[in-house]
T-cell receptor, first 117, second 111 residues
Framework: NAGVTQTPKFRVLKTGQSMTLLCAQDMNHEYMYWYRQDPGMGLRLIHYSVGEGTTAKGEVPDGYNVSRLKKQNFLLGLESAAPSQTSVYFC????????????????FGPGTRLLVL | RKEVEQDPGPFNVPEGATVAFNCTYSNSASQSFFWYRQDCRKEPKLLMSVYSSGNEDGRFTAQLNRASQYISLLIRDSKLSDSATYLCVVNTRTNAGKSTFGDGTTLTVKP
């Protein structure tokens, strides 16, 4: 049981390049999230998904796209990287409970460190 | 005003000290509450959930005050290994799957 894994762990991009970050979870969680964390700052939600085939915008979605084609995977894409997107990116997943649904504990991946030059 | 606010600190305490962190939230419809711990350059990990009746896990005690809309974390007999950033997390049913994270309180425990 690997939990939440992220690929790659570290990447350097040039301005204007594109890339995709992959998040995978093996806990059969419905909910998945992408956050970014800048030095000395809190977590900011980029996009999230409440189920396979669904995505929604978070707090800072501009410049990013996401897809959730399979329940266990959540992809984050940068179409044209900018230096302002230099950050640590965390993926997380969680179960939900109750009606209406509310998410339970979030489990985080180890993070992807992205440097955009 | 942020939905979830924490005193950023840093809190610098000697080993063996007792330290308390507070977190206030603005949405009265908030349903569940958590404390996470984040070590430097690592992912956040759940420390403990916060229940209405309060709960304790070893040296850690969490309390919830719904009337005043704040939660607290008390750490007794601080250890060097407690040095980390502590994140307050609030979930609200109306937020449809989103959690709201505080910016964190940094604790440094010194010998």
């Amino acid at each position: 049981n690997a939990g939440v894994t992220q690929t790659p762990k570290f990447r350097v991009l040039k301005t204007g390049q594109s890339m995709t970050l992959l998040c995978a979870q093996d806990m059969n969680h419905e909910y998945m999230y992408w956050y970014r964390q800048d030095p000395g700052m809190g977590l900011r939600l980029i996009h999230y998904s409440v189920g396979e085939g669904t995505t929604a915008k978070g707090e800072v979605p501009d410049g990013y796209n996401v897809s959730r084609l399979k329940k266990q995977n959540f992809l984050l894409g940068l179409e044209s990287a900018a230096p302002s997107q230099t950050s640590v990116y965390f993926c997380a997943s969680s179960h939900y409970s109750g009606q209406p649904k509310i998410q339970e504990t979030q489990y985080f991946g180890p993070g992807t460190r992205l440097l955009v030059l | 005003r942020k939905e979830v606010e924490q005193d950023p600190g840093p809190f610098n305490v000697p080993e063996g000290a007792t330290v308390a962190f507070n977190c206030t939230y603005s949405n009265s419809a908030s349903q569940s509450f958590f404390w996470y711990r984040q070590d430097c350059r690592k992912e956040p990990k759940l420390l403990m959930s916060v229940y209405s009746s309060g709960n304790e896990d070893g040296r850690f005690t969490a309390q919830l005050n719904r009337a005043s809309q704040y939660i607290s974390l008390l750490i007794r007999d601080s250890k060097l290994s407690d040095s980390a950033t502590y994140l307050c997390v609030v979930n609200t049913r109306t937020n449809a799957g989103k959690s709201t994270f505080g910016d964190g309180t940094t604790l440094t425990v010194k010998p």
